[in-house]
């Protein structure tokens, strides 16, 4: 299991096409996939799940992947959070 807080970077947080994103990113890998905000986790690969933590640039966010390819999978979806501007 790998845990990596990071601080969203883009602009406007994960609305509803980013998210999209997101959620299509994280179901390619095998690895369980979880998001934390303020004490709150998700299924990284639920839509509704990311979308109801209203995640905005500049907020703290913990992804935690257990599996296979957690490793490849918290690169890719830090990447996608740290330098995305949309």
Do not use: C, H, P
Request: hydrophobic share 45%.
């Amino acid at each position: 299991m790998i845990e990596e807080k990071i601080v969203v970077r883009i602009q406007n947080g994960l609305q509803a096409r980013i998210a999209t994103e997101f959620v299509q990113k994280s179901s390619f890998f095998n690895s369980e996939i979880n998001l934390i905000k303020n004490g709150k986790s998700v299924v990284a690969k639920s839509i509704m799940g990311v979308m109801s933590l209203a995640i905005r640039e500049g907020e703290e966010i913990t992804i935690i992947a257990n599996g296979s390819d957690e490793q490849a999978a918290i690169v890719a979806l830090r990447d996608s959070l740290s330098n995305k501007k949309s």
